[in-house]
């Protein structure tokens, strides 16, 4: 089946710096990623859609300007927590769209001291 | 995307069918039904889906009604590492345009020794 990976698997990292987490589709292309963000005890919330060669589109609620998704190439979607915040706190995942399906990757823990 | 429902959590024995409802009474009819689950601090992962007919894999077994209001994921011999959070999704398939998981509460399984 089709591989998506994340790097790295989880970060720690000071308050007001910024951090980022990358999205690989491994064997397959993806003109289409997605980014989810999951606080404990709960589901995955969408934040954003990638798109190769084009601006995210950013659900309602998520600062764009905080988040920034970067989508280069059709098998490497980045997102970057600009001035990251304890609350910013949670485990990020990611998914690629490959063949009809939805691939995600294996999660980014992200702790913000 | 038509709304799902599920119950928060189930228990099953270890060697034993693990059958999980879930009701999608809106369902619209290009809307396929799909099933992912989440291992705790993982990526979720594709198990199943179907439209009207019920499919079978290595995994598991979907089963839908034929009004298409609800479905059924079954698990045929439960072992511990099923122990997950069950989602039941319904979405239409558009091919690699994309098409964003809209993940709801999910059904807790524990399958127990």
């Known amino acids: 089946g089709a591989v998506v990976s994340q790097h790295p698997s989880w970060v720690i990292c000071k308050s007001g710096t910024s951090v980022k987490i990358e999205c690989r589709s491994l064997?397959?292309?993806?003109?289409?990623m997605f980014w989810y963000r999951q606080f404990p005890k709960q589901s995955l919330m969408l934040m954003a859609t990638?798109?190769?060669?084009?601006?995210?589109?950013?659900e309602q609620g998520v600062e764009k300007d905080k988040f920034l998704i970067n989508h280069a190439s059709l098998t490497l979607s980045t997102l970057t927590v600009t001035s990251a915040h304890p609350e910013d706190s949670s485990f990020y995942i990611c998914s690629a769209q490959g063949n009809n399906e939805q691939f995600f990757g294996p999660g980014t823990r992200l702790t913000v001291l | 995307d038509a709304k799902t429902t599920q119950p928060p959590s189930m228990d099953c024995a270890e060697g034993r069918a693990a059958n999980l409802p879930c009701n999608h009474s809106t369902i619209s009819g290009n809307e396929y039904v799909y099933w992912y689950r989440q291992i705790h601090s993982q990526g979720p992962q594709y198990i199943i889906h179907?439209?009207?007919n019920n499919e079978t894999n290595e995994m598991a077994s979907l089963i839908i009604t034929e009004d298409r209001k609800s479905s059924t994921l079954i698990l045929p011999h439960a072992t511990l590492r099923d122990t997950a959070v069950y989602y039941c999704i319904v979405r239409v398939a558009r091919g690699n345009a994309g098409n964003m998981l809209t993940f709801g509460g999910g059904t807790r399984l524990m399958v127990k020794p």
């Open positions: 064997d397959f292309q993806a003109t289409t």
């Open positions: 179907g439209l009207k």
């Open positions: 990638s798109n190769e060669g084009s601006k995210a589109t950013y």
